[in-house]
Nanobody, 120 residues
């Protein structure tokens, strides 16, 4: 089985920073694309940032220049450094990973989410 677990959320003042982590564990053969998504109350879950296994990244326009996604393939971990946080960044942040458990089996896995609240 495969598990994906986020950590690092919390309460921060506007302009502050947080670093989220995502750790994948279990029967992992390979990890392909990984991404961070967020869901604010009453809204849909939206992509925030994506990183390929080769390190190519994409960001939603609203976080460009403020958030940085990275990953450590040796540790099966992904990170999201969030700077200059705004109240509109408040949401539950989810880790998503495309993971192969064998050369013939691949699936899409979600973490349980971590709350990020930006408020004074």
């Amino acid at each position: 089985q495969v598990q994906v677990v986020e950590s690092g959320g919390g309460l921060v003042q506007p302009g502050g920073s947080l670093r989220l982590s995502c750790a994948a564990s279990g029967n992992i053969f390979s990890i392909y694309d990984m991404g961070w998504y967020r869901q604010a109350p009453g809204k849909e879950r939206d992509l925030v940032a994506l990183i390929t296994s080769g390190g190519n990244t994409n960001y939603v326009d609203s976080v460009k220049g403020r958030f940085t996604i990275s990953r450590d393939n040796a540790k099966n971990e992904m990170y999201l450094q969030m700077n200059s946080l705004k109240p509109e960044d408040t949401a539950v942040y989810y880790c998503n990973a495309e993971i192969a458990t064998s050369p013939w089996s691949k699936g899409n896995y979600w973490g349980q989410g971590t709350q990020v609240t930006v408020s004074s």
